[in-house]
């Protein structure tokens, strides 16, 4: 339906001049029509699953989060950050198991909770992880009870993480759930970690 620009009277598609006001009509051009928005490509499945990563992965991986602090704990208690690999312990010169490494990302908080969380693995006390901290902790192959907790919580869903020689990387986000009533700790992708 066409209407006139003089006076908004509705006026016939092949008219040339406005019935109501006489106003002369522009020629009306045929609009073409607007292409259908292509369908976004689909993301193709990922082939393995995060418990499927290989060894060459592995070093892969360890390239990418390079730059992640590495929390170590030595046989006699002695916890401590690294930019490096490490052999030995900084404090007491023990040798440290090889093993893999679980990496958790303490995903962000409002001011109230933003204090610090203490890491708990095996009920070992692992130090604490700041706010939007991201930090890798080498621990021996085997299955591990992971427990997160806060100031005002020490409720925790205490996942169990396996580190193998096939499998030596393990990632995971803490959070927290109902307005800091519990502490969630979730698998997570390496893709879907901060790289500090």
Not at 86 to 109: H, S
Not at 121 to 144: A, Q
Not at 151 to 179: G, H, I, Q
Request: hydrophobic content about 30%.
């Amino acid at each position: 339906m066409l209407y006139c620009s003089q006076c908004g009277f509705k006026v016939e598609e092949n008219a040339k001049f406005c019935a109501q006001c006489g106003n002369k009509l522009a020629p009306v051009q045929q609009s073409q029509p607007e292409p259908q928005p292509q369908p976004a490509p689909q993301p193709q499945p990922q082939q393995q699953s995060l418990q499927q990563v290989t060894t060459n992965n592995a070093v892969q991986w360890d390239k990418k989060f390079e730059r992640v602090t590495l929390r170590y704990r030595c046989p006699h208690g002695h916890v401590f950050d690294a930019y490096m690999e490490r052999d030995t312990c900084e404090e007491c010169g023990a040798p440290l198991e090889k093993g893999g490494v679980i990496q958790m990302y303490r995903m962000g908080n409002y001011m109230g909770m933003a204090v610090g969380m203490g890491i708990y693995i095996d009920g070992e006390p692992y130090g604490h992880i700041s706010n939007r901290e991201s930090l890798r902790i080498r621990v021996p192959y085997g299955t591990h009870l992971v427990h997160v907790t806060h100031t005002t919580t020490r409720a925790c869903n205490d996942p169990m993480l396996t580190v193998t020689p096939e499998n030596p990387y393990v990632w995971c986000k803490a959070s927290f759930t109902k307005m800091g009533f519990k502490i969630e700790v979730l698998p997570a992708s390496p893709e879907s970690m901060p790289l500090e």
